[in-house]
């Protein structure tokens, strides 16, 4: 007859205990694998997630083959540098410097930052771009000459005030996507999604009609 204690439990044998031991260290390991996985994904998810909890959300929407020629379209006959406000993974930006264009690119999530030089460097034109992590908000553009937006309704009037006073008469802005709400647009190509704006600056502020009138001041 086995033996049972006072309280009527049996006694806990050897094994018992180190089975107890092993499902305890199972546990363990389950649990630093499950929340090293939820910080890993918490690492990725946050700068995909954390532009969309801003007041002007602005997602990452890959252009099209589309888009990306009717922005090189807008761009014949044009020089000087280029920067893509919202790069994305870079795709403009690295068409552009296949054609001869300083090109830069602005992001804010930094992963595509990284995809995006990463893809630049095996194109060929590495030497040819910058990408940098930052805020459109918090960047002056007053040196670029070509300016391309993927943006979204909600941030182009704002957008539209601040490279009107920052951009030079000489600039020509390329809005994908959306068009600008005030500025009627230069030339315009493609349907739908893929349909694509360019505004001169010069017409926009009227920087003809005074060179114009300093003309005709000189002449007289």
């Known amino acids: 007859m086995s033996e049972v204690v006072a309280n009527g439990s049996h006694a806990a044998s ?86 001869g264009f300083k090109a830069v690119g602005y992001e804010l999530n930094p992963w595509l930052v990284w995809y995006s030089r990463y893809r630049a460097w095996r194109d060929g034109v590495h030497w040819n771009t910058k990408f940098y992590i930052s805020d459109l908000w918090k960047v002056s553009f007053s040196h670029y000459t070509n300016v391309v937006v993927f943006g979204v309704p909600q941030m182009m009037p704002q957008l539209e005030k601040k490279l009107q006073e920052e951009l030079e008469c000489n600039a020509r802005i390329i809005a994908c996507r959306f068009p600008f709400p005030h500025w009627i647009p230069d030339h315009t190509t493609g349907e739908g999604i893929d349909t694509v704006w360019a505004y001169d600056l010069k017409h926009s502020r009227g920087c003809e009609t005074k060179s114009l009138e300093i003309t005709r001041e000189m002449e007289s």
């Open 14 to 99: 050897p094994q018992d205990c180190e089975g107890g031991s092993r499902r305890r260290s199972w546990g363990l390991l389950v649990t630093a694998g499950v929340g090293g996985t939820l910080v890993a994904l918490y690492a990725v998810v946050t700068p995909f997630v954390t532009p969309a909890l801003r007041k002007v959300c602005l997602p990452f929407v890959p252009a099209t083959s589309t888009q990306i020629q009717n922005v090189l379209k807008m761009l014949e006959n044009r020089s000087g540098s280029l920067v893509d406000i919202g790069s994305g993974d870079g795709r403009i930006v690295i068409a552009a410097a296949k054609r």
